[in-house]
């Protein structure tokens, strides 16, 4: 699914419950606003790092529902409670280690933030896990859709800029549930694709080293052509020097060729390149 498809499903679900989602925000938000408050003498910060988890778990719990169109109602919120000591510390494991990865560089931090989104998902639909299982569980199932999600996120990015500050954030209440159940919606459609036997990502493993092997030269393969024979008969006169001529005895003449073309013409073999020369009755004569 789509990002839009995501958020068009969410604002479906949302029908009819937008009213009691609100005013659970807004309750959370007044708690919020009292423990601040009370961190100037140092038991609120104390009192947001113990209940903040557990809430989280309680949305989750409440985004589930609407996005599977059940029934809602103000004690969802507190629903993260029957799991408060998995909740705690689920919630500060994962800051724990999403600040020790920002150590490294920011980006890991973001990076493992979006990994360990659908714990709390996860362990909200999966109560027998323990923290540690839902924080692994989540890694795998992020496991190649962190960006999908990431980007599901930046679509909210508009109506954080311009619409809030201009209902001097009151329309906070209406978004947040929106964007909650758009997680919980990315979350059932992860779950949709597992059970409908989509292969699920698998981590990048380099292929081994192939060891190097060192060319051999190729054979050289040599091709000796033999010029075809004349059709018709060439002088020697016109290739070769005119041959010197000597008497050997008074009723025999030979001729003798110059060494070069006795060469040429040893045993009537023609080398590679080589012209064979023909020689006609009349020319015999005349040598």
């Known amino acids: 699914m789509t990002a839009n498809q995501i958020k068009i499903r969410a604002w479906t679900a949302l029908t009819g419950k937008w009213g009691t989602y609100a005013a659970m925000i807004l309750l959370y938000s007044l708690i919020m606003l009292v423990l601040s408050l009370l961190s100037i003498v140092g038991i609120g910060a104390i009192g947001i790092l113990i209940l903040v988890g557990p809430f989280t778990v309680g949305f989750a719990i409440t985004a589930l529902h609407v996005a599977r169109k059940e029934e809602i109602s103000v004690s969802n919120m507190f629903g993260g409670f029957k799991l408060f000591g998995k909740a705690l510390a689920l919630d500060i494991l994962n800051n724990i280690f999403v600040f020790l990865w920002s150590l490294i560089f ?69 978004l947040v549930p929106y964007m909650q159940t758009a997680n919980a919606v990315f979350y059932e459609n992860l779950k ?45 006169t016109e290739l070769v020097e005119e041959p010197k001529m000597t008497a050997e005895t008074d009723t025999d003449e030979q001729a003798t060729v110059s060494q070069p073309v006795t060469e040429e013409m040893d045993q009537g073999e023609s080398k590679p390149g080589a012209v064979e020369i023909l020689l006609d009755d009349d020319d015999d004569q005349k040598l």
């Open 106 to 174: 920011y980006f890991p931090g973001i990076v493992k933030s979006y990994s360990y989104s659908m714990s709390y998902y996860i362990l909200a639909d999966n109560p027998g896990m323990s923290q540690a299982e839902a924080r692994r569980e989540s890694v795998r199932m992020m496991r190649g859709h962190k960006w999908h999600l990431f980007c599901l996120h930046w679509s909210f990015l508009g109506w954080f800029m311009i619409v809030v500050p201009l209902t001097f954030g009151i329309f906070t209440f209406w």
């Open 192 to 236: 949709r694709e597992e059970r409908e036997g989509m292969p699920a990502p698998q981590p990048y493993v380099p292929a081994p080293a192939q060891p190097y092997i060192t060319p051999q030269p190729s054979e050289t393969v040599v091709v000796t052509a033999r010029c075809a024979p004349m059709s018709e008969p060439v002088k020697v």
